[in-house]
Nanobody, 121 residues
Framework: QVQLVTSGGASVQASGSLRLSCTAS????????VAWFRQAPGKEREGVSC????????DYVDSLKVRFTTSRDSAKNTVYLQMINLKPEDTAMYYC??????????????WGQGTQVTVSS
């Protein structure tokens, strides 16, 4: 059974940092592009970033690229989202999703369960 486990969310003060992890079981993430999303209460889901299967291509939403970094560790079958200088508006549930293929095509096959990030001022 394929499962994506999203972890690392927490409650932090503004200007703090967090690193979220997306780890797969029953699936080699190394063969897939992986995207990060977030959804704040009452708002639509927002794409955050996407990293291709080998990490050679990484795309970010413009408003977040200065503070958020996506990377992957093939040995750990894990993709990370490093977030720095967090702001209250970053408060949301964060999700990862494995794309259908190796590149960021916005067609998703597997979703993580989400991890909550809460940033207080």
């Amino acid at each position: 059974q394929v499962q994506l486990v999203t972890s690392g969310g927490a409650s932090v003060q503004a200007s703090g940092s967090l690193r979220l992890s997306c780890t797969a079981s029953g699936l080699s993430l190394n063969d897939y592009a992986v995207a990060w999303f977030r959804q704040a209460p009452g708002k639509e889901r927002e794409g955050v970033s996407c990293i291709s299967w080998e990490g050679g291509f990484i795309d970010y939403v413009d408003s977040l690229k200065v503070r958020f970094t996506t990377s992957r560790d093939s040995a750990k079958n894990t993709v990370y989202l490093q977030m720095i200088n967090l702001k209250p508006e970053d408060t949301a549930m964060y999700y990862c999703a494995a794309e259908v293929g190796r590149y960021c095509n916005r067609v998703y096959k597997h979703w993580g369960q989400g991890t909550q990030v809460t940033v207080s001022s």
